[in-house]
C-alpha cells in the first residue's frame, strides 16, 4: 500500500501543481490583458490629443489670416468712397494742363501727387488697361460695343472710360471700357 500512496501522492501533486501552473498563466493573461486594454486607452487619448492639438492649430492659423486679410481691407469703404474723387482729379488735371498758370498747374499737380501715392500707400492699385488689350469679360466692365476701326481691333479694347482698381488681391472696381465689333 505504501508504493500506491506515494504514486497518488505524487499524481495528485502533479495534478495541484498543473492546475497551479494554469492558474498563474490565466492570472499572466489577466494581467496581460488589463495592460493591452490600458495600452489601448493611452493609445486612444494620445490620438485625440493629437487632434484637438491639430485642430487649435488650424484654428489659430485660420484666425491669424483672418485677422490680416481684416487690416487689409479694413478701410475698404473709405478708399472705394474715394476713387470717384480721384477720378475727378484726373479729369481736373487734364483741364488744369491746358491753362497757361505754372504755379496753379504745378500746385495742383503736386496735390494730385500726394493723393495717389496716399491711397497707394493703403494698397489700392490701378489696373492698367489700354486700348489694343484683348477684353477678358472676368477683369473688365463692357460699357459699348462700337465698330473697329480694322479688323486688328474686333474683340480688343478701343477705349477706358474708367480706370479700375484693386485693394490688395481683392477688385473694387472695374476698369469699365469700350469694345470693338
Not at 60 to 87: N, Q, S, W, Y
Amino acid at each position: 500500500m505504501g508504493k500506491k500512496n506515494k504514486k497518488e501522492e505524487k499524481e495528485v501533486l502533479q495534478e495541484e501543481q498543473l492546475q497551479q501552473e494554469e492558474s498563474e498563466q490565466e492570472q499572466q493573461e489577466e494581467e496581460r490583458s488589463e495592460v493591452e486594454v490600458l495600452e489601448e486607452a493611452v493609445k486612444m487619448e494620445k490620438d485625440k490629443f493629437l487632434r484637438l492639438f491639430a485642430e487649435f492649430e488650424n484654428f489659430k492659423r485660420r484666425t491669424a489670416k483672418e485677422r490680416i486679410e481684416l487690416f487689409k481691407t479694413a478701410g475698404e469703404g473709405v478708399l472705394k468712397d474715394m476713387i470717384p474723387v480721384m477720378d475727378d482729379f484726373d479729369r481736373a488735371m487734364i483741364e488744369i494742363a491746358k491753362s497757361d498758370d505754372e504755379q496753379l498747374t504745378t500746385g495742383v499737380t503736386l496735390i494730385h501727387n500726394k493723393l495717389k501715392n496716399t491711397l497707394n500707400s493703403k494698397g489700392l492699385e490701378v489696373i492698367e488697361v489700354n486700348p489694343g488689350d484683348t477684353f477678358d469679360a472676368e477683369d473688365h466692365e463692357a460699357v459699348t460695343h462700337i465698330p473697329a476701326p480694322n479688323d486688328e481691333m474686333k474683340g480688343k479694347i478701343i477705349d477706358v472710360i474708367e480706370k479700375g482698381y484693386k485693394l490688395g488681391d481683392k477688385t473694387v472696381r472695374y476698369p469699365k471700357v469700350v469694345i470693338g465689333k
